[in-house]
């Protein structure tokens, strides 16, 4: 059955710097790298050493835990670095490219007439897995497991989050391959959500298309699963970003993993906000060559409310499809605290003006605009967040690691990215997310 | 060198010292501090919790000023008569001022001197809690209470009410309540009866002007003991408060103006306040009932109170005062929305409850929401546990 989802408990965060419809290519990174700290939870292993050659689509390592799960090169070359942190941890493997890619070459499938078991192989095979995340504790999923149901956002709602339709062009073959993957891995449904102007998505037999709109969060899947088919304790339901969906139904078609992403460069700290494509694993100083602002800006792979923050040594983030440059903040500001600041946004109207301008743009910087205190407001988190959650409840139970209550307050139903806006309207200035994050990570310890 | 670039190395200079939280605290007044995020949301609301407690005593003052004009024309009025009496003059401000200044320094003072040395000791920063409820203190007490006792009853206040249970954000009743009722409990002659609720009845002008001594007295206290009105404590004057009480209590107009304030800046609960009123006019339309049907004659010891209009003790005592400055703190009411509607009414039905049935201290908004404090975590449960039962109700449909 196929449902219209309307949120009205959220927040459109309305930022300067949206990316204009114009799509360039990036400049070949010398250096290609694979973060294993992207892929929470998994703890590497090795397949190859340093100084090996590799093709594109290449193994490089394997979780230790789910040993079929596979983790590619996303460019041939040869492996440069394998850098070490503390207790020898792999924090990040470097990838000499070579001038032109050699790719593996995997059988092409037509997804629809294989089984199961063929389509998870060559899933696994081909390094696509990691793309496939597992609600509860939004981690990979495991290879072992058969979901109830998958969901597929199509719709980006988080702040200057790139146009779908742009990005997803010419792949409706792509994505209908995708989808006909996916329903091959659950046993229940694959529901997608999209929006009133959606038209990159193809129809598949096997895939509900339930129609969302509102503001954001709509266009996190948590929020749709909870719409359409709440998780319980005990049930695992699997989610795939809807541009990965493209690059699985490519495999299928095609024989190749094509680590190839439109990447939305996004925020006030770029020239020309625009598109740019990329690779997986690619340098952000040669995504964002020549487009970047003098002066001191905190450059974000990811959206300003889930993102992790960057050097331009860094690489692109494995799940991500937008880099964002805003303004740091690391400055006093006199008087800051009670003078109205016009170039301020708040959802409280204390002695904030924001409210009588709705649709003003806002080039917001770092600023944590105040210091951590304890929880003091109530009621507001509740404002901006669509789950049928308490909030704050939740978050205590998880600081004071209770988890029979953080269970029963629905810890199975979120990722950390549910509670971004909460922590954005945060007059206390917690760390929602990652609080969530270490609450996800005590029940994968405790319960599994 | 500019002064931020003086503080920022003043700053660095205290880091891990004795003196940082001190620093901290008064830095932070003067320069919003320049910490960014480096995890989660990279970007913040504007506002924080000094914003948020500033906006609450933006909304005290002029309750405060209205105090300040009011202890004199109360005083001035008995002197001289109400009729003669302006109230907006110089002189009844200043006696007002005289008075309700020192009663303000101490209570910040006495607050948030034990707020930083608690702070220093135990190496957190210092919260700003104690905003609020050093204002709301001199707001609620008699005019006349000798500094002393406020000075013993704020540290009380905030060391056992507060800093013992983990600082702001820990305690389990409304800090100014605590400091209240520990102000009523040891020295109740100073907190209740008709001699301290105008300024110079407690020790008498008597002497000075050849009046008789001022009455002290409340139209909560007369109507208590069942004593007829004067003419100018008629509801229009009880609802623009000129009439005795507490310092800041008396103007129910300007209450509702800063309730409006603190519901249209998003800060204070609409569903408390509206739910309290409501409350506490059920109440007294039961009580107005008992009188109607006959089951409460003239004579009984309840029938000035119960006999009065329902809409009128919504006008009288510390009621509205409680309701959008007290009941609303978000600290010690009900933390889930369906919790703050049903913590409300019972507030305001407690008030008028306890208001009606005590004669000994005829003012009960104080207790009923001490008492609600104690109950919110309660409601608070039985609200999330509704929220519990769906999902488990979900599950077992599921696994059925």
């Not at chain 1, 490089?60 to 942190?85: H, L, N, W």
């Not at chain 1, 922590?423 to 996800?440: A, P």
């Not at chain 2, 008629?234 to 509702?256: C, H, K, W, Y």
Request: glycine share 10%; net charge neutral; proline share 4%.
């Amino acid at each position: 059955m196929s449902k219209d989802i309307r949120i009205k408990k959220g927040l459109d965060l309305k930022l300067k710097g949206e990316a204009e419809k114009q799509l360039s290519n990036a400049t070949r990174s010398k250096v290609y790298a694979i973060k294993p700290s992207d892929f929470h939870g998994v703890t590497p292993k090795m397949i190859l050493k340093e100084g090996a050659t590799v093709k594109a689509g290449e193994a490089i390592f394997f979780s230790k835990k789910d040993e079929a799960v596979k983790f590619i090169s996303p460019v041939s070359g040869t492996i440069q670095e394998i850098i070490r942190g503390e207790k020898r941890v792999i924090l990040e493997i470097r990838i000499l490219a070579d001038s032109q890619d050699v790719y593996v070459e995997h059988s092409k499938i037509n997804p629809k007439s294989s089984s199961r078991s063929e389509v998870k192989e060559h899933l696994l095979a081909s390094g696509c897995w990691p793309f496939i995340k597992q609600r509860p504790y939004d981690v990979v999923a495991n290879s072992a497991d058969t979901p109830k149901a998958i969901f597929v956002s199509g719709i980006h709602s988080a702040p200057l989050e790139g146009d779908l339709n742009f990005v997803l062009n010419g792949k409706k073959d792509a994505l209908e391959a995708g989808f006909a993957v996916l329903t091959k891995l659950t046993s229940g449904k694959v529901h997608v959500t999209v929006d009133s102007k959606t038209d990159f998505m193809p129809s598949t037999e096997g895939v509900v298309v339930h129609k969302g709109q509102g503001v954001h969060p709509v266009g996190l899947v948590s929020t749709q699963i909870a719409k359409i088919d709440p998780i319980n304790k005990g049930e695992k339901v699997w989610t795939v970003q809807i541009e990965d969906v493209a690059v699985i139904g490519e495999l299928f078609l095609t024989g190749k993993f094509n680590a190839e992403r439109i990447v939305a460069l996004t925020g006030t700290g770029f020239e020309r906000p625009s598109y740019v494509k990329a690779l997986i694993g690619a340098q952000i100083s040669d995504v964002v060559a020549g487009n970047l602002k003098e002066g001191n800006y905190r450059i974000i792979s990811g959206n300003v409310l889930t993102g992790d923050k960057k050097t331009k040594e860094d690489a692109l983030g494995f799940y991500h499809s937008q880099i964002t440059v805003i303004p740091e903040g690391d400055d006093y500001d006199f008087f800051g605290w009670n003078i109205p600041r016009p170039n301020k946004f708040s959802v409280y109207r204390a002695m904030m003006f924001s409210f009588l301008t709705p649709n003003k743009k806002y080039d917001l910087n770092t600023n944590t605009n105040g210091e951590h205190r304890g929880f003091v407001l109530t009621g507001e988190y509740e404002k901006v967040c669509p789950l049928d959650i308490y909030p704050m409840q939740l978050l205590k139970a998880i600081l004071v690691k209770d988890i029979d209550q953080m269970e029963a307050l629905g810890i199975y139903e979120v990722a950390p990215e549910d509670f971004a806006l909460t922590e954005f309207v945060d007059v206390s200035k917690q760390d929602h997310q990652r609080i969530v994050r270490q609450g996800l990570d005590l029940m994968i310890k405790e319960v599994g | 060198m500019s002064l931020k670039q003086n503080l920022h190395n003043l700053k660095e200079k205290y880091r891990g010292t004795k003196m940082e939280q001190s620093f901290n605290a008064l830095h932070t007044f003067l320069y919003m501090p320049n910490i960014t995020t480096h995890s989660g949301s990279h970007v913040r609301d504007a506002a924080d919790l000094k914003r948020v407690m500033n906006t609450v005593i933006m909304a005290m003052v002029p309750v405060l000023l209205f105090g300040m004009f009011n202890a004199g024309y109360q005083m001035n009025g008995q002197i001289n008569g109400f009729e003669a009496v302006d109230f907006f003059t110089l002189d009844n401000f200043l006696v007002g001022l005289k008075k309700i200044l020192p009663l303000l320094v101490v209570s910040y003072g006495v607050g948030l001197g034990i707020e930083f040395i608690f702070a220093t000791v135990k190496k957190h920063e210092v919260e700003e809690g104690y905003l609020v409820t050093g204002m709301l203190v001199p707001l609620i007490v008699p005019i006349d209470l000798p500094l002393w006792m406020l000075a013993v009853a704020v540290a009380f206040g905030v060391i056992i009410g507060k800093e013992l249970f983990g600082g702001t954000g820990m305690n389990v009743l409304n800090p100014a309540l605590t400091i209240r009722a520990f102000l009523f409990f040891n020295w109740a002659a100073w907190m209740s009866g008709d001699k301290v609720w105008v300024h110079g009845a407690v020790d008498g002008l008597k002497a000075s002007n050849g009046v008789d001594a001022i009455s002290g007295e409340t139209i909560l206290g007369a109507l208590a003991q069942n004593k007829p009105l004067p003419e100018h404590w008629d509801a229009m004057n009880s609802f623009f408060g000129f009439i005795p009480g507490s310092v800041g209590e008396t103007s129910t107009f300007l209450i509702v103006l800063a309730g409006l304030f603190l519901i249209l800046t998003g800060i204070g609960s609409a569903r408390i306040m509206i739910s309290a009123v409501i409350g506490a006019a059920v109440m007294g339309l039961i009580f107005n009932g008992l009188v109607d049907s006959g089951a409460i004659v003239e004579g009984s010891k309840f029938y000035g109170l119960m006999h009065l209009p329902f809409w009128q003790h919504l006008l009288i005592g510390g009621l509205a005062f409680g309701i959008v400055f007290m009941a609303t703190d978000p600290v010690s009411a009900s933390q889930t929305n369906t919790g703050k509607i049903i913590y409300g009414f019972l507030i305001g039905l407690f008030s008028i409850l306890i208001r009606v049935f005590n004669p000994a201290y005829p003012e009960g908004v104080m207790m009923a929401i001490l008492l609600m404090n104690v109950f919110a975590p309660t409601i608070d449960h039985y609200v999330v546990q509704a929220n519990v039962k769906r999902r488990m109700k979900r599950l077992k449909l599921k696994t059925a």
